[in-house]
């Protein structure tokens, strides 16, 4: 029964993301599914860090209990009041930190437009698609709808419903870190360079390259850069983090340090290092 749930489940997602309109309207349980999350998080009375991951877990976290926890941490220590989190997907770091962040700080949580990202996911896949047919290989089905309305709504509960001391503020970009980067400062930050730069974006190595070499610049002198996924291998396709942090420049970047709970895993790891 089970079986058959799941394989009509699966069948209506796949027609769904065929439509941008579709998509939006395929993520309204889960998002109703993170209000009550939200609801429950605002009722509860948080005595221990703990309880806060575990809310964050249920939302949709992308880093190890311990290794975000280091990340919280340096938050504490260091009070940084303008953040910008590049790459926030479901938004659990982003509700994570918010809640160790001090008060009347600024979190912009920075994600591709859900309809750039939904026409980019599609035109990917025909590509991926007709190169497959012409090496005769074997053709995945297109995935479910990728939460482009989750991303909308949700950023907005994670705004309404976070850490009342950080102003959650939501950014969408069109692939022009650039100009990204110079509106946030100028527009969102009132002028003032940044303090912290949470980066779990492109995991290319050009990507990463592109993306931090906008960023950086308006990074303050102490100001911490934090990079996610550190722990990739040098021959994988996303290893653009590892290869950055490796090589991070000395002569304009001091190595906090690092945690990597499974040295064998992929897709973990986190480093954090002070710009000089």
């Given at each position: 029964?089970?079986?058959?749930?799941?394989?009509?489940?699966?069948?209506?997602?796949?027609?769904c993301?065929?439509?941008?309109?579709?998509?939006?309207?395929?993520?309204?349980?889960?998002?109703?599914?993170?209000?009550k999350v939200f609801l429950?998080?605002?009722?509860?009375?948080?005595?221990?860090d703990?309880?806060?991951?575990?809310?964050?877990?249920?939302?949709?976290?992308?880093?190890?209990?311990?290794?975000?926890?280091?990340?919280?941490?340096?938050?504490?220590?260091?009070?940084?009041?303008n953040?910008?989190?590049?790459?926030?997907?479901?938004?659990?770091?982003?509700?994570?930190?918010?809640?160790?962040?001090?008060?009347?700080s600024?979190?912009?949580?920075?994600?591709?437009?859900?309809?750039?990202?939904?026409?980019?996911?599609?035109?990917?896949?025909?590509?991926?698609?007709?190169?497959?047919l012409?090496?005769?290989?074997?053709i995945?089905?297109?995935?479910?709808?990728?939460?482009?309305?989750?991303?909308?709504?949700?950023?907005?509960?994670?705004?309404r419903?976070?850490?009342?001391n950080c102003?959650?503020?939501?950014?969408?970009?069109y692939?022009?870190?650039?100009?990204?980067?110079?509106?946030?400062?100028?527009?969102?930050?009132?002028?003032?360079?940044?303090?912290l730069?949470?980066?779990?974006?492109?995991?290319?190595?050009?990507?990463?390259?592109?993306?931090?070499?906008?960023y950086?610049?308006?990074?303050k002198?102490?100001?911490?850069?934090?990079?996610?996924?550190i722990?990739?291998?040098?021959?994988?396709?996303?290893?653009?983090?590892?290869?950055?942090?490796?090589?991070?420049?000395k002569?304009?970047?001091?190595?906090?340090?690092?945690?990597?709970?499974?040295?064998?895993g992929?897709?973990?790891?986190?480093?954090?290092?002070?710009?000089?």
């Amino acid at each position: 029964m089970n079986r058959s749930v799941d394989y009509f489940r699966t069948k209506i997602g796949r027609i769904c993301a065929h439509s941008y309109v579709l998509a939006n309207l395929w993520d309204v349980p889960f998002v109703i599914r993170r209000l009550k999350v939200f609801l429950e998080f605002k009722k509860t009375v948080i005595e221990k860090d703990d309880q806060i991951y575990q809310f964050a877990t249920r939302i949709g976290i992308g880093q190890i209990k311990e290794e975000i926890e280091w990340v919280a941490d340096l938050v504490q220590q260091y009070q940084p009041r303008n953040i910008v989190e590049i790459g926030t997907q479901k938004g659990g770091n982003a509700f994570y930190l918010s809640n160790f962040a001090p008060v009347e700080s600024k979190l912009i949580t920075i994600d591709i437009a859900p309809y750039l990202q939904w026409a980019m996911t599609f035109h990917n896949h025909r590509i991926m698609t007709q190169r497959k047919l012409k090496a005769g290989l074997r053709i995945r089905k297109p995935g479910l709808p990728f939460t482009s309305g989750y991303t909308l709504l949700s950023k907005q509960l994670i705004r309404r419903f976070s850490n009342k001391n950080c102003q959650v503020i939501p950014y969408y970009t069109y692939l022009n870190p650039e100009e990204d980067a110079a509106f946030i400062v100028q527009n969102i930050c009132c002028g003032e360079n940044l303090d912290l730069i949470f980066y779990d974006a492109d995991k290319t190595e050009e990507g990463v390259r592109a993306i931090l070499k906008a960023y950086v610049p308006r990074l303050k002198t102490g100001g911490m850069l934090v990079i996610q996924d550190i722990n990739y291998a040098a021959d994988s396709g996303n290893n653009g983090m590892t290869l950055f942090w490796e090589n991070l420049d000395k002569s304009l970047f001091r190595k906090l340090g690092e945690r990597i709970v499974n040295p064998s895993g992929l897709g973990c790891g986190i480093g954090a290092a002070i710009k000089l």
